[in-house]
């Protein structure tokens, strides 16, 4: 979720200075427990002011520097927005981390990928002409929903089915602050790591 918060500050190109995690303890240490009791990452200090939850700091954010705009002003852009920054949340990222985790010849694996395939239909009719999910220009709802989807090229998964998605995560993939940010396969193969001792942890 930090890589959504991370994207979202180089393209507005909102000045910060970023603090490696090494999620493998470094939040569990008290000083950080004092700033997310929850052990979480993101957060973000601004002015002293305190933010976690990835969803909340992008709001807190795009509220305190609105320019250049991420949030659409229209009704039904931002009502799509924010759909499919939830959709995402949601319906989507529990289905990612199952396929990365459960074999491929199991009933979950089997359950993750056919909700994956609804949502990723559902995103690519919402999407529909547009380049992106607000209308012409990046979005938080891009953000967030490219940020949650690129781990699934890693996973093999593409989006060929889904041709507007499909040209959509290309569009979005080209863009610098993308291109700059792109999860290396050691540094997936390290998050599956990180990923597996927290899951772990939290089912005992
Ligand atoms: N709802 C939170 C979720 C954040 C979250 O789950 N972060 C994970 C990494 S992706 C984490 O920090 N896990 C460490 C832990 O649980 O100890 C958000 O959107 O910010």
């Not at 959509?168 to 540094?187: A, D, G, I, N, P």
């Amino acid at each position: 979720m930090a890589r959504r918060v991370w994207r979202y500050l180089l393209e507005k190109g909102i000045y910060f200075e970023p603090i490696v995690m090494n999620l493998n303890g470094d939040q569990m240490q008290f000083e950080y427990l004092q700033m997310n009791p929850f052990h979480h990452v993101p957060v973000i200090v601004d002015d002293g002011f305190r933010v976690l939850e990835s969803l909340a700091i992008l709001d807190y954010l795009e509220a305190k520097y609105p320019e250049p705009s991420l949030l659409p002003k229209d009704a039904q852009a931002l009502a799509t927005v924010r759909m499919v920054q939830m959709v995402s949340t949601n319906e989507l990222l529990s289905k990612v981390i199952a396929l990365i985790f459960e074999s491929e010849d199991s009933p979950k694996f089997a359950q993750a990928k056919q909700h994956l395939d609804i949502g990723l239909n559902f995103l690519d009719e919402t999407l529909g002409d547009n380049l992106y999910f607000g209308g012409g220009q990046i979005s938080l709802g891009d953000i967030v929903v490219g940020t949650d989807l690129s781990l699934l090229p890693k996973l093999g998964i593409n989006f060929e089915n889904y041709p507007k998605l499909n040209d959509w995560f290309e569009r979005l993939m080209q863009r610098e602050v993308w291109q700059k940010t792109e999860l290396s396969m050691e540094e997936y193969e390290q998050f599956k790591r990180v990923l597996k001792i927290l899951i772990k942890r939290k089912s005992r």
